[in-house]
């Protein structure tokens, strides 16, 4: 799945995409595939708003845990601690013709993550 973000002018300023975890040595359901949200919306609730999101969507979808993999120079990783995601695995994947060093973080329970977005039944 993706999600876009778009400014009331309809420029897009932030997208995500989740899906199945294709991780299969961690014992986690779902992944957040991508995030990114522009610069100039960074710090405004953008980010978390997606991150909900596609948190959700996992979870409408039965997975209800998820990491994410994200560079481990990059300072913005910060933000998925804040999301309340944990470090649970590292590698070294070669992209762009060059190593890097990458963390996932880890979500248990979606559904503790956004309280309320569980599949309600019956």
């Known amino acids: 799945m993706i999600l876009v973000v778009e400014s009331p002018g309809g420029q897009v300023v932030g997208f995500g995409s989740a899906g199945r975890n294709r991780t299969p040595s961690l014992p986690f359901a779902g992944e957040v595939y991508t995030l990114y949200v522009d610069p100039d919306y960074?710090?405004?609730?953008?980010?978390g708003a997606l991150m909900r999101a596609?948190?959700?969507?996992?979870?409408?979808r039965g997975l209800?845990?998820?990491i994410i993999w994200v560079l481990a120079r990059n300072g913005a990783r910060f933000f998925y601690h804040a999301c309340g995601g944990h470090p649970v695995a590292e590698r070294r994947e070669r992209l762009w013709g060059v190593e890097v060093d990458q963390v996932a973080y880890a979500w248990p329970d979606l559904n503790?993550?956004?309280?309320?977005?569980?599949v309600r039944r019956g």
């Open 42 to 47: 960074q710090g405004h609730g953008v980010g």
């Open 54 to 60: 596609l948190f959700t969507a996992l979870i409408r």
């Open 64 to 66: 209800t845990s998820a």
């Open 112 to 118: 503790r993550a956004v309280p309320g977005a569980g």
